[in-house]
C-alpha cells in the first residue's frame, strides 16, 4: 500500500497534537501547583502521567503536590517512583530526606541524605539534611561535621547557623551555640532572636 505525503502530514499533525496534549497536562499541573490548586495539580499531573508513567519531572512534582496536601504516603510513593527512574536524581534524594525527616523518620531521612552528597555537584542542603538527621540520632560528631560542611559551602543560610548552635547547645558549648545564634539572626533566621534571649544572655 503507498503512503501519500498528505497522510504522512496528517499522521504527523496528529502525533504532534498528542504530545501537545501530553505536555498541556504537565503544564497544567505546573501552573495548579505553583496557584496552590494541589489537587487540581495532582489530577494533572496523573492525566500526563497515563501515557508517560516513568516521567520523573511528573512524578516529582506529583509527589510535591500530595507532600502540600499532607498526604505523605503518596507523596513517599510517587519520589520513590521517580528514584527508580532517575537513582542519582539529587530533588528527588532531598525531597525523600526530608519527608523522613519531617514524619520523625531520622534513619530513612539519613539515608537518603547520604545517598545525595554522594552524588556530585550535591548542594550544601544535602549536608544539611545529613546533618540534621545524625543530630536526631545523637551522632553529634558526625552532625557537627555535616554540619561544618553545609555551612562552609552556604556561609549565609541562617538556618545551618541555627541548628549548628543548637548542637552545641546540646553538648554544653554556650560560647559558640551563642556565636551560632547571633550569625543566624543576622542571616534573618527569625528563630534565632528566641534562641539568643533563652541561652546567651
Known sequence: MMITIKSLLSLLLIALMLVACEESSSTQGDYYYNEGQYEEAIMAYASYLE??????KALYNKGRAHEELNDFKQAEESFKLALKQDPKNIQVLLSLSNLYHNNERPELALMYADNA???????????????????RLGNVDEALREY???IKMSPKNGQMFYYRGMLYVATEKVSEA???FKSAAENGFEQADEAIKNYCQ
Open 117 to 135: 552528597v554522594q552524588v556530585s555537584g550535591a548542594p550544601s542542603t544535602a549536608y544539611f539534611l545529613k546533618a540534621r538527621s545524625m543530630h
Open 51 to 56: 501515557n508517560r508513567p516513568n516521567n520523573v
Open 178 to 180: 551563642c556565636d551560632d
Open 148 to 150: 561544618n560542611t553545609a
